[in-house]
């Protein structure tokens, strides 16, 4: 059931309960939590705000949790012998620092060589977006995408760079607002040929 999650740390009872008493019980944290805090949890404008905080959670920014919503995967035969790379890139990236739980925002480069199949474009951003979608570390987040496609493709030559800019650093601690991550992931190819990697780093528009 959590093959596809490579080395991510969830318990295999993550799923004993269903999404609604996760939210249910989300909410009820997440107003102690800001009652904690100190507000009126009779105002109007924070009344509401647990429930669309959980529900938030659950449904939407950690919804690649859940291996039942592991996107599913346009595969096709690879009949026009293509035996160049494939290359899908500024994919948008929108993830939670699993440290702060804090935005990551940025994108991502995805890049391919066919071993006899070639996979929907589109199916590419969702694999993306279902490993963005929960709280994450960016090196691992590189990696599932690139180990998400070698599985599927059953190619060896996958690639992944992702640009992205932390909010746990450009809103708190050292609040620089201009610097961002880059992390790389290369397979096969990508990461034994330099001529591909180059050609690669190129059409991203990373020298």
Do not use: W
């Not at 293509?82 to 702060?100: A, F, G, R």
């Amino acid at each position: 059931m959590f093959d596809n999650n490579y080395d991510y740390p969830l318990r295999k009872d993550a799923f004993l309960m269903n999404d609604e008493e996760k939210i249910k019980k989300i909410e009820k944290y997440f107003f102690k939590i800001m009652d904690l805090l100190g507000l009126d949890m009779k105002d109007d404008s924070l009344r509401r705000t647990p429930k669309r905080v959980a529900k938030m959670f659950i449904q939407e920014i950690f919804s690649g949790l859940n291996p039942k919503l592991t996107p599913k995967t346009s595969i096709f035969e690879n009949k026009y012998k293509y035996n160049q790379m494939l290359i899908e890139k500024n994919i948008t990236v929108y993830s939670t620092c699993e440290h702060h739980f804090l935005p990551i925002v940025g994108k991502a480069h995805v890049g391919y060589i066919s071993n006899g199949k070639v996979i929907g474009l589109s199916k590419i951003n969702r694999i993306v977006n279902f490993y963005a979608k929960r709280p994450q570390v960016q090196e691992r987040l590189t990696i599932q995408i690139v180990e998400s496609l070698h599985k599927i493709l059953e190619t060896k030559d996958v690639a992944c760079v992702i640009e992205a800019k932390h909010l746990c650093v450009n809103s708190r601690g050292i609040q620089d607002v201009n610097s961002q991550t880059i992390t790389t992931e290369l397979i096969g190819s990508f990461k034994k040929n330099s001529e591909i990697r180059k050609e690669f780093f190129n059409h991203i528009g990373i020298s």
